[in-house]
């Protein structure tokens, strides 16, 4: 078994853009978990890049067959997880994985996996900056929007229960916080 780097926060926090950039200045150290989701792709996703997009059926005969980790219907109808085979892959050749799972999922999945697992909560500085990144990116219609954001403030509660939240104000000063955080944990025996 291996190590594990969590991030969670609501959506539009911006954990997409510093997992990013985390596996660019780090590739040899740590590779992205897949998620698999029921939701549709986004314009410019690729199955089994950012997602594997599956049918709802599929999803839920992969559940039937243990086949997730962890899993959560994160929006009505909706679900996303993460399967195990995502994490034994990474693990096998030697780099620690990169989740960008929901606050209950990265919670889980911290309670398992303990001093194994570095869960790192990414805040907006308000909820209103995050409806503003939200709209901007502008990946969602309106009724998902609302979903996302009234979500936002539930999930803006579990903070505390996170190794770690990082304010995510100005970029530069957090991905240069994360990078630290990541690899203060990676070297930690
Ligand atoms: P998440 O993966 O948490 O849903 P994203 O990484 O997609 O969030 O970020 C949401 C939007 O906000 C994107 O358009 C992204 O470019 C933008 N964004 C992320 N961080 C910042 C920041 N610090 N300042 C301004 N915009 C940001
Ligand atoms: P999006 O639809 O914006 O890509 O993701 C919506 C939410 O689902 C985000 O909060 C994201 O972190 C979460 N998510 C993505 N993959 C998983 C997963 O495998 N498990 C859980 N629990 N949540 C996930």
């Known amino acids: 078994m291996g190590k594990l780097i969590i991030f969670s926060a609501p959506s539009g926090s911006g954990k997409t853009t510093v997992v990013k950039h985390l596996l660019s200045v780090m590739p040899d150290k740590m590779a992205f978990s897949v998620s698999a989701t029921t939701r549709k792709p986004r314009p410019g996703e690729e199955n089994g890049r950012e997602y594997h997009f599956l049918e709802f059926d599929d999803f839920e005969k992969r559940i039937e067959n243990n086949e997730f980790l962890e899993h959560e219907e994160v929006y009505a109808g909706v679900l996303y997880g993460t399967l ?5 892959k990474i693990w096998d050749s030697g780099k620690a994985v990169v989740f960008d ?6 919670l889980n999945l911290k309670r398992r996996f303990k001093q194994d697992a570095l869960a790192i909560f990414l805040r907006p500085p308000s ?7 939200l709209r901007k990116r502008s990946t ?3 009724h998902h929007l609302q979903e996302r954001i009234a979500k936002a403030n539930h999930e803006l509660s579990f903070e505390n229960q996170y190794d770690v939240v990082v304010v ?3 970029l530069e000063d957090t991905l240069k916080t994360c990078e630290k955080l990541v690899t203060d944990f990676l070297n930690k025996p």
């Open 168 to 170: 995510n104000d100005v």
């Open 84 to 88: 195990w085979s995502e994490v034994h």
């Open 101 to 106: 799972v929901d606050v209950q999922g990265g």
């Open 140 to 142: 969602e219609v309106e």
């Open 127 to 133: 909820v209103e900056v995050l409806m503003e990144r």
